[in-house]
């Protein structure tokens, strides 16, 4: 679940930041503003994955991906993000930038889809395809929301990491997307559950009142708890 944090100010705000000041800027400011792309040609962009050390985070590479994409749809606030698949190829680095490049495959009436390979030093890292669509009535269905406390009492997932790792001191500063877990990992590891989770996350701060970078950081958010879903039965 996703519990609703404040909108406010234009994403035009961070698109002439250099990149020394990126490093300054605090949570969710950071996150915004490695999602605002510099255009270099009609379907190539650049993007800064910013500073940080050991692995690139794959969220980052698709969120950036997902805005590269919707920037080379013309009419793109009338065709939301509808759905995405990617493949992560290599692993990513901070620190050097990612080139995006953006396949046209299909502008249809109702559908638009887009295929997006992100470079960096020269090898592909990531492949994702995503089709845009205009909002339509239709058959649909949902589950219900399964019963869940409320999120403001569950434990924090880094201060929860750090008592996984047995150290304190090495949880990590608080990201961009606040994670509370419902369902944590059992401390020893042993335990074995099934292949779901319930969370509950929310962006730590203010954002742009632009629905594009509400998606883009959908997307991000949706990479941080895939891994650990998945091991749960083993």
Same mark, same amino acid.
């Given at each position: 679940? @996703?519990w609703?944090?404040?909108r406010?100010?234009?994403?035009?705000?961070?698109?002439?930041?250099?990149?020394g000041?990126l490093?300054? *800027?605090?949570?969710?400011?950071?996150?915004?503003?490695?999602?605002? *792309?510099?255009?270099?040609?009609? +379907?190539? &962009?650049?993007?800064n994955?910013g500073?940080?050390?050991?692995?690139? &985070?794959?969220? *980052?590479?698709?969120? %950036?991906?997902?805005?590269?994409?919707?920037?080379? =749809?013309?009419d793109?606030?009338?065709?939301?993000?509808?759905?995405?698949?990617?493949?992560?190829?290599?692993?990513?680095?901070?620190?050097?930038?990612?080139?995006?490049?953006?396949d046209? #495959?299909? +502008?249809?009436?109702?559908?638009?889809?887009?295929?997006?390979?992100?470079? %960096?030093?020269?090898?592909a890292? &990531?492949?994702?395809? $995503?089709?845009?669509?205009?909002?339509? /009535?239709? #058959? $649909?269905? %949902? /589950?219900?929301?399964? +019963?869940?406390?409320?999120?403001e009492?569950?434990?924090?997932w880094?201060?929860?990491?750090a %008592?996984?790792?047995?150290?304190?001191?090495?949880?990590?500063?608080?990201?961009?997307?606040?994670?509370?877990m419902?369902d944590?990992?059992? =401390?020893?590891?042993?335990?074995?559950?099934?292949?779901?989770?319930?969370?509950?996350m929310?962006?730590?701060?203010?954002?742009? /009142?632009?629905?594009?970078?509400?998606?883009?950081?959908?997307?991000? $958010?949706? +990479?941080?708890?895939? *891994?650990?879903?998945? @091991?749960?039965?083993?």
């Amino acid at each position: 679940s @996703c519990w609703l944090g404040k909108r406010r100010g234009p994403t035009s705000t961070y698109q002439h930041l250099q990149p020394g000041r990126l490093a300054k *800027l605090g949570f969710p400011h950071r996150l915004v503003a490695q999602a605002v *792309l510099e255009p270099l040609d009609r +379907d190539l &962009f650049l993007g800064n994955p910013g500073p940080g050390s050991r692995r690139l &985070f794959g969220g *980052l590479v698709a969120a %950036q991906s997902t805005m590269a994409a919707a920037l080379t =749809i013309d009419d793109g606030p009338e065709r939301p993000l509808h759905s995405l698949h990617a493949y992560f190829l290599r692993p990513g680095r901070y620190e050097i930038p990612i080139r995006f490049v953006v396949d046209r #495959i299909r +502008d249809g009436r109702s559908f638009t889809t887009r295929r997006v390979v992100a470079h %960096q030093g020269g090898e592909a890292i &990531f492949n994702m395809s $995503a089709s845009f669509a205009i909002p339509e /009535d239709g #058959i $649909a269905h %949902q /589950d219900e929301m399964p +019963d869940a406390p409320e999120p403001e009492g569950l434990p924090d997932w880094e201060d929860y990491r750090a %008592q996984l790792m047995g150290d304190p001191t090495l949880r990590r500063p608080d990201s961009a997307v606040e994670l509370r877990m419902v369902d944590p990992p059992p =401390i020893d590891g042993d335990e074995r559950a099934p292949a779901r989770q319930r969370n509950g996350m929310k962006v730590s701060g203010d954002l742009p /009142d632009d629905p594009l970078v509400h998606t883009a950081l959908l997307v991000y $958010a949706s +990479d941080r708890t895939l *891994l650990m879903t998945a @091991c749960r039965p083993h």
